[in-house]
């Protein structure tokens, strides 16, 4: 019977944790060779996972009685090992890096600066907005920013992707750039405005952003000063207006091919819409004139068009 790759991975790991005890049991020397010379034994992902994780490890120091200087030699090559994997295949090794170089400032700004030199080409969004989460968790929220930015830029998000896994990592960027300030919230709307299309989104994002003045809750629970942004001036105006274009070209869409079965959802799909509409200072008009437009461009379908006029006139 053949064996799955999954089994085979397995296989491997168990194979490599296995070469790992056996140094340990060898001794010091024998944990920086492998270390040493990783490369030749070891995929980075492994080399990081399994190999310098296990050697930095506490029961690793308590079972071979390591005084400070064995402690930090050992750490030091694991360290090592960490950057060059990261170098490597930052994909995957980046965010190992970065937590086994967190006690040491070189190795941590050099695993941080490979970070930022892989975002444009070689990390997903989904790589990236995990990696600023954890610099958020260990009080590094300008860090934290700069890759949820970078993140954003790999992000795409269509109109009908209301579900999307990403949506969580945008809100929290969101959030995040919100906490920070008003010059960081500003920084982030064009990027969301160019990544997100889906209007609910967007919606939830213009929503959360008015609730409070950018900076006023800081991370630390600091309160600052200040009013609340203004949603005709940049840059809430330019979230609003896209928000409310997507809202116009979500509701074409769905009215291309929208199906019977649909038209209540549909029906309160508007209704969420125009609460987005009645934001803008002339949001009454624009939404008035957007159901004319409905109503004149879909007449054929006839029974919608009378749910929409019962609904909104």
């Known amino acids: 019977m053949r064996m799955t790759l999954s089994t085979l991975n397995w296989r491997r790991r168990e194979m490599v944790r296995w070469l790992v005890t056996c140094a340990t049991e060898v001794g010091v020397y024998a944990l920086d060779s492998i270390m040493q010379n990783w490369f030749t034994l070891f995929t980075p992902t492994e080399a990081t996972s399994i190999v310098a994780t296990t050697v930095m490890s506490n029961s690793t120091i308590v079972r071979l009685h390591l005084d400070c200087h064995q402690q930090e030699k050992l750490a030091s090559s694991a360290r090592t090992l960490a950057l060059q994997c990261a170098m490597k295949d930052p994909q995957n090794c980046a965010l190992s890096a970065l937590t086994l170089c967190e006690k040491d400032h070189i190795a941590f700004e050099t695993a941080y600066q490979i970070v930022l030199d892989a975002a444009t080409t070689g990390m997903s969004y989904s790589q990236l907005f995990t990696i600023a989460r954890y610099m958020e968790h260990r009080g590094y929220p300008m860090r934290a920013y700069k ?11 269509s109109y009908n992707q209301d579900t999307h896994p990403a949506i969580n990592d945008v809100l929290w960027a969101c ?98 819409a125009r609460e987005t509409f009645l934001m803008a200072h002339d949001g009454h008009i624009q939404f008035t004139q957007f159901i004319d437009n409905l109503k004149q461009i879909y007449k054929g379908k006839k029974k919608l068009m009378m749910l929409v006029r019962e609904r909104f006139g």
Do not use: W
């Open 175 to 272: 959030a995040l750039s919100h906490s920070l300030g008003k010059n960081e919230l500003a920084a982030i709307i064009p990027l969301v405005v160019k990544s997100v299309k889906c209007a609910t989104v967007l919606s939830d994002i213009l929503r959360r952003c008015t609730l409070t003045t950018p900076g006023m809750v800081g991370l630390h629970g600091r309160r600052n000063s200040g009013k609340l942004m203004s949603l005709d001036k940049a840059p809430l105006r330019q979230l609003l207006d896209a928000t409310i274009g997507a809202y116009i070209n979500t509701t074409h869409s769905r009215l291309t091919h929208i199906s019977p079965r649909h038209y209540s959802e549909f029906i309160e799909f508007l209704s969420k």
């Open 147 to 157: 890759l949820a930015t970078l993140a954003m830029t790999h992000l795409n998000l």
